[in-house]
Structures are given as structure tokens and as C-alpha cells.
């Protein structure tokens, strides 16, 4: 495997291969991405200028059969946050990198035209992507097919990244093709934007370059995982993540009215079940693979009622931060605003919770779905004014606005979760070094990392620093395997990882050097950020959280602003 640098401003490209001596033999994916970040990137720099750089990164168990394992870390400085970023995606390209022997690009500089990089057998091409400039998502990818054949894997941006607006996405093709998977969050298609990397598009190679020192020995682990992960999350695949949204609305801690409420009262119209129903009706397609190797499958395809598609995969996040969130109760608006903000390459998640603090201001009527679809489809995608104001992030409009709820933590938007109600969640949003983002802790109902352990109520304090604490460390690690995070952050499931590196690499890791892996992660992003001027003093949850109640439940932010400062002197010290 090797990481591949290019310069995108003299197209140089160096070849750096990993070998059993390299420092980043145990560094995929987010470790890798993070890593290079932190050994390479001035802390200082203007994340959209030439210091920064950005990384698409394979996990360590990428092109194994591993389940769940073929995801794409990509990495940068954000310009969202300031500090250091991970967003990682499903998608067909993981897989096809780690066949062409790649486990990282790192995309250095700036170019002043638009590029495309193309990979196939023969190496690697930078081409002009100025006939592809300012097209969605969408149309490109269909340009691209015509082009370089309908099996190719793509990363790419749509207009967002090139407006180099700071909620723009990174966007990779699904397993039907469509642009339906991306890294979201934290602005980093605004970075691949700055470089004027329009397009990667990857030929499928003919023979895979992974090696597997020890193939039975792989498959006697991975195989029995894959067989209880498929069974156990039978529920979970035939409804995906949207079967959250009553149950959230049960707790009281789905965002509703910008975060003013926590249920809402039209939760059966915008429903996982109702839209299974659609689904199921129309023609649409449930229990879909984002990406190969995956067995849990919780993905959709939604279609009109004239099977035409709509959008592909309708999600949690999305659905509650621009339905209950702006009170929006129709899904097939949810769908279009969807469809929209992928074409655009948008966070759904940072949009949604821009629009709610404009609603909340009076600038846009609470469930005005005609309005959001002209501020996505007119002014973002035309780069007005009013669509700067809109692609910016949750912080940047609140401060404009001067909104008395900016639901945000260090720059960036908080997900789908009410922290006060969603004790440990909350915890995550604040202490992350990757600022309020759910992947990175995601402490959502019977989510454990121990079975042996108690954690307490969901909602109560009780042993939240340290289940969050355990489910960042985890998922840390998940996301350096290249595995979607859905595979269980767990104690338990820290042996199995062990024991299929160890079997892919030839090496004795136990369970403890694995978990350590984790730990040198969190650390060196830590370290990146405090550089950076994000330090543990900004670990701040707003202060709505604290003095207002949360409806209907009429719960509070109480933890200590110490323990939340404090919260990573537990690196040295925890018991796992
Ligand atoms: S579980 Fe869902 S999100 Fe995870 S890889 Fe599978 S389809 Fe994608």
C-alpha cells in the first residue's frame, strides 16, 4: 500500500510506500488523515489556502472482507472549525483505491484552473475538469459515466465546494451510482474547492493489490462477526436510521423548532415507518449497501409516485434537522431538499440547522419548504449573497442574525440530538476535538461500550463522561479501520479488530494495543488543535442549553464546566 502526494499546482506526484517499518503502517483512515494533518499542516494556516492540505484516506482494513470496512476518511484542517477534521463516507471508491494499491491521496497547494486526478492501471493523470465547472453533483456524475464507464468509483464537489462555501461536502457514488454519500461535515469540500479539484475518478483495476498474510485466519473472525452483525440489526436494515425519529420525539430530545422543542407533534407524517411505507409503495429500494463489504445495509432509495428517483438515502439527520427542526412535515420535501443539497454538495446536517436559527430570527416562516428549496436551488447554487448567508454554518448566520440559539459547538452545527436530554451525546458535541459531531461519540439509545459496565438512564448524568469518553476513544478507532461506525464502537468488538489486523499484517496485537491506537489519536488531534487556538476551555456548550428547558421533558445542561475542561485528563488515567 502507498500514499500518494500531489501537488496540484505543478502536478507533481510522489509515491511514499507503507511499508512494515512505516510509521503509518497502524494509521488508516481517520489515524492517517489526522496524523498527516498534524505532522504537516501549520496550525495556523488558512484552511483554504496553500498550506492546507487535504487527505482521502483508507482505513487499515480496507479491500478486506471485513465487515462494514470499506469507507473513506477525508481529512483537513476545516475551515468551519479552525482546528483539525475527519468526515468519512461510504460510497463504491474505498474499495477501488485499496485495489490500486492506495491507501491515501494527499492533495497538496492550490491550482488556479479546475482539475480533474483520474486513476487507473496505468497510473495516475491530472486533467482540466473546466468543462465540468459549476455542474451539480448529478449531471456530473452522469458526464462522468458517459465518459469513463459506468463502474468507475467518484469523489468530487458541486457548486458549494467551488463557491468554497463552508458547508460544502466531499461526495462519493453510491452502489447504484447516484452522488448520494458524502463527507459531510466541516466544510471540507470547501477545501477540495480552494485546491480546484472538481473531480477522482477511479477506473476499476483488474486484479486487487491488498495482501492478506493470512486469509482462514482472517475469515474464522470476520465471517462469524458478519453473520451476528446482519442478524442482530434486522430491524435497524429494513428501516434504516429514519426509525429514530419517533423514538428521539419519545424522548423529547429531537430537534424541533430550532431546538426550542424536543418532540414533535407532527412526528407520524415524517416517521421512519411512514417512509418505509413510501418506500414500499412506490417502488422506491430499502436495504441498500452504501459501500461493498457492508452487511447491515440501512440504506434507501426514494422515488415519486411515478417510480421516478427522488433521492438516495433519506436519513435520520437529515430528516429531523430540516422536518421537526424547521417544521417541515412532508417527505417529499424532505426528499427534495435531499436530492438538493447532495446535487449542491451540502452538509444536510449544518443546513438544517442554519435555516432553523434564520426561522427562529423570523428571516424564513417556521415550515416554508418553498423558501428552503429556493435558497438551496437558486441562491446557493447561483453564489448570491443571500446564499452565502445560508452555506456558511449555524455560527455565522447566528452571529449575523444575532439569534439568541446558535446551536453550535466550536464553529460547528450541533446534530440531531438535544444535548440536554441526550446527556453523553452532548458530552461528545462539547469535548470532541472534531466539534459537534454525533459520529464521533454517538451515545444514542442501548449504544454500550461495555457489556460489563452501567452507564445509567440516558438522560440522567450519571457515568456520561465516561461512556462518551469510551464510545470517542472506540470510534476513533472504527473510523482508522475504514468501518462504519454502525459495526458497534465496543470493548468487545476492539478484540475482534485485533485479531483481523492481525491476521491481514502478519502482527500479535492484543486488544489493549489496539485501544492504544485509539488513544494516540484523539491525542495527536488534540495537540493539533490546541496549536490551532482551539483549546479545552472552548469545550462550551451554548448557553441555551444551560438556562432553557428542554420542552416537553424539562431537562438542562448541568455538567460542570471544570468536568467538561478537564474531560481528556482521563487519557492517562481510564480503565478500559
Ligand atoms: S450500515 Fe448503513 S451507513 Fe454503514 S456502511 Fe452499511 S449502509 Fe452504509
Known amino acids: 500500500m502507498k500514499i500518494v502526494r500531489i501537488n496540484i499546482e505543478n502536478e ?104 480533474l486526478i483520474l486513476i487507473d492501471e496505468y497510473g495516475i493523470k491530472i486533467l482540466s475538469a473546466e468543462e465540468y465547472k459549476g455542474l451539480g453533483n448529478y449531471e456530473l456524475y452522469s458526464k462522468l459515466k458517459q465518459k469513463y464507464g459506468e463502474n468507475i468509483g467518484i469523489y468530487s464537489i458541486g457548486p458549494a465546494g467551488e463557491h468554497l462555501m463552508k458547508s460544502a461536502t466531499v461526495a462519493a457514488n453510491d452502489l447504484e451510482g447516484y452522488p448520494s454519500r458524502h463527507a459531510a461535515r466541516g466544510g471540507l469540500g470547501a477545501v477540495m474547492g480552494s485546491k480546484r479539484i472538481k473531480a477522482i475518478v477511479i477506473i476499476p483495476s483488474k486484479t486487487s493489490k491488498v495482501k492478506m498474510h493470512d486469509i482462514k485466519k482472517f475469515r474464522e473472525g470476520s465471517k462469524p462477526f458478519a453473520k451476528q452483525l446482519a442478524s442482530s440489526k434486522e430491524v435497524f436494515s429494513t428501516f434504516g436510521t429514519s426509525l429514530m425519529m419517533k423514538g428521539m420525539s419519545g424522548y423529547g430530545g429531537i430537534p ?119 435558497i438551496l436551488d437558486d441562491e446557493i447554487r447561483n453564489n448570491t449573497e443571500e446564499g452565502q448567508l445560508y452555506s456558511n454554518g449555524v455560527k455565522i448566520i447566528g452571529e449575523k442574525l444575532n439569534a439568541k440559539r446558535i446551536p453550535q459547538v466550536k464553529g460547528q452545527g450541533i446534530s440531531a440530538y438535544d444535548s440536554r436530554v441526550f446527556k453523553a451525546m452532548g458530552v461528545t ?51 482508522s479501520m475504514g468501518c462504519c461506525y454502525f459495526i458497534g464502537p465496543s470493548y468487545e468488538n476492539m478484540e475482534i479488530i485485533a485479531n483481523a489486523i492481525n491476521a491481514m499484517y502478519n502482527l500479535t496485537l492484543t486488544r489493549d494495543d489496539v485501544i492504544k491506537i485509539g488513544i494516540e489519536i484523539i491525542k495527536t488531534e488534540i495537540k493539533f488543535n490546541n496549536k490551532a487556538g482551539i483549546t479545552q476551555e472552548m469545550n462550551k456548550v451554548p448557553e441555551f442549553f444551560r438556562e432553557e428547558q428542554s420542552e416537553p421533558i424539562g431537562l438542562k445542561f448541568t455538567f460542570e464546566k471544570a468536568e467538561l475542561e478537564n474531560f481528556w485528563k482521563r487519557l492517562d488515567e481510564h480503565n478500559f
Request: net charge negative.
Open 429 to 479: 458535541y462539547v469535548t470532541s476535538p472534531q466539534g459537534a459531531d454525533h459520529t464521533a461519540g454517538a451515545a444514542i439509545a442501548g449504544r454500550v461500550p461495555s457489556q460489563h459496565k452501567n452507564y445509567g438512564e440516558l438522560t440522567e448524568n450519571e457515568n456520561k463522561l465516561d461512556l462518551s469518553f469510551e464510545l470517542q476513544i472506540y470510534t476513533a478507532i472504527l473510523d
Open 256 to 374: 424541533t423548532k430550532n431546538f426550542q422543542m424536543g418532540s414533535y407533534d407532527k412526528i407520524d407524517n415524517i416517521s421512519g415507518e411512514r417512509l418505509h411505507e413510501l418506500v414500499v409503495a412506490r417502488g422506491g429500494k430499502k436495504r441498500l449497501a452504501c459501500s461493498p463489504t457492508c452487511v447491515i445495509k440501512c440504506s434507501n432509495l426514494v422515488v415519486d409516485e411515478q417510480g421516478n428517483h427522488l433521492t438516495s438515502s433519506l436519513e435520520y439527520e437529515t430528516m429531523a434537522l430540516n422536518g421537526s427542526n424547521l417544521m417541515i412535515d412532508d417527505l417529499d420535501s424532505l426528499a427534495k431538499i435531499d436530492h438538493l443539497c447532495d446535487d449542491l454538495g451540502l452538509d444536510t446536517i449544518e443546513f438544517g440547522g442554519t435555516v432553523g436559527v434564520a426561522m427562529d430570527c423570523g428571516k424564513v416562516e417556521w415550515g416554508n419548504a418553498e423558501k428552503v428549496f429556493k
Open 12 to 115: 507533481d506526484i510522489q509515491f511514499e510506500e507503507i511499508t512494515p517499518n512505516s510509521k503509518y503502517l497502524l494509521r488508516g483512515a481517520r489515524g492517517l488523515s489526522s496524523q498527516i494533518i498534524h505532522d504537516e499542516v501549520p496550525p495556523l494556516c488558512n484552511p483554504l489556502g496553500n498550506e492546507n492540505k487535504l487527505i482521502l484516506a483508507n482505513g487499515i482494513l480496507a479491500g478486506s472482507p471485513f465487515p462494514c470496512s470499506a469507507r473513506t476518511s477525508v481529512g483537513a484542517k476545516s475551515p468551519l472549525t479552525n482546528g483539525i477534521k475527519e468526515a468519512n463516507v461510504g460510497g463504491r471508491p474505498a474499495m477501488m483505491l485499496a485495489r490500486h494499491g492506495i491507501r491515501a491521496i494527499v492533495l497538496e497547494d492550490i491550482s488556479l484552473l479546475l482539475k
